[in-house]
């Protein structure tokens, strides 16, 4: 079994944004939600659900946003 970097989607209260996403980068998400899906035992109705665990999973995995932040956090407080 594939072992991908998304867990469960949590519920949250949004923020509502409006992005636009090129054609083959949704054709990706979608297959991500399949897999996703297949993985989870469940279905994702809305692939576009994904994108903010990831950005979530991305920001919490980046070295540098994570060292800049603790910088500024040091500088500010």
């Known amino acids: ?13 949004p923020i509502k944004v409006a ?5 083959s980068l949704h054709r990706d998400l ?3 939600a399949e897999i996703l899906g297949r993985e989870q035992g469940q279905t994702i109705q ?3 659900r994904l994108i903010v665990p990831m950005l979530e999973r991305f ?7 994570a060292k800049a932040r603790r ?7």
């Open 46 to 48: 809305d692939p576009v």
């Open 59 to 65: 920001i919490a995995t980046d070295r540098g946003f």
């Open 19 to 23: 992005i636009e996403l090129p054609v």
């Open 1 to 13: 079994m594939t072992k991908l970097k998304l867990g469960p989607i949590v519920e949250d209260k």
């Open 71 to 77: 910088t500024d956090d040091t500088a500010t407080g």
């Open 30 to 32: 979608v297959r991500y």
